[in-house]
């Protein structure tokens, strides 16, 4: 399984923009890069995705680098209730039709006012 | 937006006792539907992959029947633990596709803590 490496913990200042980074070196080239977060004792929330542009949305920037081997994503202005664990992954075919997320450890942001 | 629920959101109960959780997709229809246990200061470990009206593909490692995954209609999916142990006790998320593509949202309940006494 390809899989993902992510720092452990980053530390942000509120109204700052924050730089997750994630190297997937093994990537294959039909693996989709998903970023979720989870917020303590809640269900992962979904943030990202993308394959090889880079993607814009509400909540986030990700910033695929050209090998598709890192990608990196932006949140432009961090708030207190960005605080959470951020995962990327990369999502994998099951089987079949069915395609499943294996989470890793990911990054735990924390947001200082 | 896609709204996941579960119920319950917490469960105590006692050893040698089956819990059932409720995973439901509020305003969609769900093809598949996933069951993840997370132990604290872990990740998220999937358990099992179900989709409607099929039987679960379960995770190597996860015993089926002891976690037994139901997956009756487009809006509903069941795990039952049975034979509840002290070591079961975890917190228990579900999530929901509309389809089953690679670019498909999962969409997250908030999880249910349970405490196997």
């Known amino acids: 399984d390809a899989k993902t490496t992510q720092p452990n913990s980053m530390e942000s200042n509120e109204e700052e923009p924050v730089h997750l980074p994630c190297n997937h070196s093994?990537?294959?080239?039909?693996?989709?890069i998903h970023w979720y977060r989870q917020l303590p004792s809640q269900g992962p929330e979904y943030v990202i995705h993308?394959?090889?542009s880079n993607v814009n949305n509400r909540m986030a920037s990700l910033a695929i680098a050209e090998d598709r081997k890192s990608s990196t994503l932006i949140l432009h202005r961090a708030t207190l209730r960005d605080a959470a664990v951020y995962y990327c992954?990369?999502?994998?075919?099951?089987?079949?039709?069915?395609?499943?997320?294996?989470f890793g450890k990911g990054t735990l942001l924390t947001v200082n006012p | 937006g896609a709204v996941v629920s579960q119920h319950p959101s917490w469960v105590i109960c006692k050893s040698g006792t089956s819990v059932k959780i409720e995973c439901r997709s509020l305003?969609?229809?769900?093809?598949?539907m996933f069951w993840y246990r997370q132990f604290p200061k872990q990740s998220l470990m999937l358990m099992a992959t179900?989709?409607?009206?099929?039987?679960?593909?379960?995770e190597q490692g996860v015993e089926k029947d002891k976690f037994l995954i139901n997956h009756a209609s487009l809006t509903l999916s069941t795990l039952t633990v049975t034979s509840a142990h002290p070591e079961d006790s975890s917190f228990y998320i579900c999530?929901?596709?509309?389809?089953?593509?690679?670019?498909?949202?999962?969409?997250f309940g908030p999880g249910t803590r349970l405490t196997v006494l």
């Open positions: 999530s929901a596709t509309r389809t089953s593509g690679p670019t498909d949202t999962q969409y």
């Open positions: 093994t990537i294959s080239g039909t693996d989709y």
């Open positions: 993308g394959l090889t």
């Open positions: 992954i990369l999502e994998m075919n099951s089987g079949g039709s069915n395609y499943k997320l294996t």
């Open positions: 305003d969609f229809q769900a093809t598949t």
């Open positions: 179900s989709n409607e009206g099929s039987k679960a593909t379960y």
